[in-house]
C-alpha cells in the first residue's frame, strides 16, 4: 500500500514537471527565456540570462567564448594570487572597440563574467534608458574600481565576521556615474534623490542591473552604497539566490 502511494506521488510530481516545462516551452517569448539556449549576450534579457551570466563563473574558457561570439575585444589579466580568499583567475580588461562605446574611468579589471554582464547592461540597458531620458548615450562609467582583497563592508582583518567580499576576486564591480556624449553627468551621490530625469535614469538602470547581475546593491539599500551601485556576479550554488536591493 505504502509503495503505491509513493509511486502515485512520484508520477504526480512528473507529470507536474513535465506541464511546467511544456508551458516554459511554449510560452517563451526570447531565447534566453529557456535555460538550454546558448548565452548570447546580443538577445534581449530573458528568464534565465542573469543565471547563465553568474555561471560563467564556473567556466573561464567559455566566458571568454561568449566574449569573442559578442566580438567584444578584451586583454586577459595574468592571474593574481593574494593569499587562500584573495586573488583572481579570469579576470580581464575590455577595450572599447567594436560593438562596445562606453569607457571605463579608471580602466578596470574585472572578472570574465562581471565582464558579460557589462556588455548586455550597456547595450540592452544603459543606452535605452539614456536615449529614453536624455535623447544622447553615454560615452563613459565612473567607477570606484573592481579588485580589493577585503571582507564585505571593507574589513581586511582576519578576525572580521563579515565574509570575504566578491571584490576580494574582482568579481565585482561599482558604478560611481555616467557622462553622456553631450558632456552631462550623472553621479550616484548627487542625482539618486529627486524625480528628475537624472534619478528615474538611475533607477532604471539599478533595476535593469538586478536582471543581469546576482548581486545589485544602490542607495537603497544602505549608507555604505549611498554614492555608488553595487554589481556582482557572486555564485551562490545550487540555491542561485538573487540580491536586488
Same mark, same amino acid.
Given at each position: 500500500m ?29 531565447p534566453?527565456?529557456?535555460p ?22 564556473? =567556466? ?12 567584444? !575585444? ?7 594570487d ?11 580588461? &575590455? ?17 570574465? !563574467? ?61 558604478i ?28 532604471? &538602470? ?13 542607495? =537603497?539599500?544602505?549608507a ?6 553595487h ?15
Open positions: 505504502l509503495v503505491h502511494r509513493v509511486v502515485r506521488v512520484m508520477i504526480l510530481v512528473l507529470l507536474l514537471a513535465a506541464a511546467g516545462l511544456a508551458v516554459l516551452v511554449i510560452g517563451h517569448r526570447q534566453q527565456d529557456v538550454w539556449a546558448p548565452l548570447d549576450l546580443g538577445d534581449s534579457i530573458g528568464l534565465f540570462t542573469g543565471r547563465k551570466l553568474t555561471a560563467l563563473n564556473r =567556466d573561464p574558457a567559455l566566458c571568454r567564448a561568449v566574449l569573442d561570439r559578442a566580438g567584444i !575585444a578584451y586583454v586577459r589579466l595574468p592571474d593574481r593574494d593569499g587562500p580568499t584573495c586573488g583572481y583567475r579570469d579576470g580581464v580588461r &575590455v577595450a572599447t572597440t567594436g560593438p562596445l562605446l562606453i569607457r571605463y574611468r579608471p580602466p578596470v579589471g574585472i572578472s570574465c !563574467a562581471v565582464a558579460a554582464g557589462l556588455a548586455t547592461w550597456e547595450w540592452q540597458v544603459v543606452q535605452p534608458a539614456a536615449l529614453r531620458h536624455f535623447g544622447t548615450r553615454v560615452t563613459q562609467i565612473e567607477d570606484f574600481g573592481s579588485y580589493n582583497c577585503r571582507r564585505i563592508g571593507g574589513g581586511a582583518r582576519p578576525a572580521a565576521r563579515s565574509g570575504w567580499s566578491e571584490h576580494a576576486s574582482a568579481n565585482a564591480i561599482d560611481a556615474g555616467f557622462r553622456l556624449a553631450d558632456g552631462r553627468r550623472i553621479r550616484v551621490a548627487a542625482d539618486w534623490r529627486g524625480t528628475g530625469s537624472k534619478a528615474a535614469f538611475l533607477r532604471d &538602470v539599478r533595476d535593469g542591473a538586478c536582471d543581469l547581475f546576482a548581486t545589485t546593491l544602490s542607495p =537603497d539599500y544602505n555604505a552604497h549611498r554614492d555608488h551601485l554589481l556582482d556576479q557572486a555564485d551562490r550554488g545550487a540555491a542561485g539566490w538573487r540580491a536586488c536591493r
